[in-house]
T-cell receptor, first 114, second 109 residues
Framework: KAGVTQTPRYLIKTRGQQVTLSCSPI?????VSWYQQTPGQGLQFLFE???????NKGNFPGRFSGRQFSNSRSEMNVSTLELGDSALYLC?????????????FGPGTRLLVL | GQSLEQPSEVTAVEGAIVQINCTYQ??????LSWYQQHDGGAPTFLSY????GLEETGRFSSFLSRSDSYGYLLLQELQMKDSASYFC??????????FGTGTRLQVFP
């Protein structure tokens, strides 16, 4: 089985712009979670989607949003980018909703905001 | 508040044994997971403990004490390739997965 894929892998944006990141889960997985990883804050939960519905949301401002399509692929969008949004954005898939015991992570999208 | 405490860095030599501790304070608790992440790579799942006790998987073992809100990852027969960051994570009662800030393990020859 192919693993979790994320596109793009690297992205450079300027403050005020918006960005859309994409995640394709492992075939058959219906749950996709997104995380932000920064050196100072570690891995922080953004949101989780299961069967096209947002099941859970972390403590991030409304500028961060996401969606999931019928084929389980997911996108996250960040509007009005700020310098502090520079981070590695990881998505993870699992067969069941946020199966904490086993999530499969993608390689991440490294976003740099200038 | 929710918090998971891990040491920031641990060093050891090849062949040694190292223990990475994790103490947690979360809103409810379903289980403790451990992930490994090499520099530039994605986190990969190592182990999961829902009940008290020791789970062994090859050279890696994970322990949980729910009464102490404490767990640890034990790495035996360390190899250079074990140099990575290790994260504990708790699935709490809102179904969110909360990660610790990670422990950077450096293995020296």
């Amino acid at each position: 089985k192919a693993g979790v894929t994320q596109t793009p892998r690297y992205l450079i944006k300027t403050r005020g712009q918006q960005v859309t990141l994409s995640c394709s889960p492992i075939s058959g997985h219906r749950s996709v979670s997104w995380y932000q990883q920064t050196p100072g804050q570690g891995l922080q939960f953004l949101f989780e989607y299961f069967s096209e519905t947002q099941r859970n949301k972390g403590n991030f401002p409304g500028r961060f949003s996401g969606r999931q399509f019928s084929n389980s692929r997911s996108e996250m969008n960040v509007s009005t980018l700020e310098l502090g949004d520079s981070a590695l954005y990881l998505c993870a898939s699992s067969s069941e909703p946020l199966a904490g015991e086993t999530q499969y992570f993608g390689p991440g999208t490294r976003l740099l905001v200038l | 508040g929710q918090s998971l405490e891990q040491p920031s860095e641990v060093t050891a030599v090849e062949g040694a044994i190292v223990q990475i501790n994790c103490t947690y304070q979360t809103s409810g608790f379903y289980g403790l997971s451990w992930y490994q992440q090499h520099d530039g790579g994605a986190p990969t799942f190592l182990s999961y403990n829902a009940l008290d006790g020791l789970e062994e998987t090859g050279r890696f073992s994970s322990f949980l004490s729910r009464s102490d809100s404490y767990g640890y990852l034990l790495l035996q027969e360390l190899q250079m390739k074990d140099s990575a960051s290790y994260f504990c994570a708790v699935k709490e009662n809102t179904d969110k997965l909360i990660f610790g800030t990670g422990t950077r393990l450096q293995v020296f020859p």
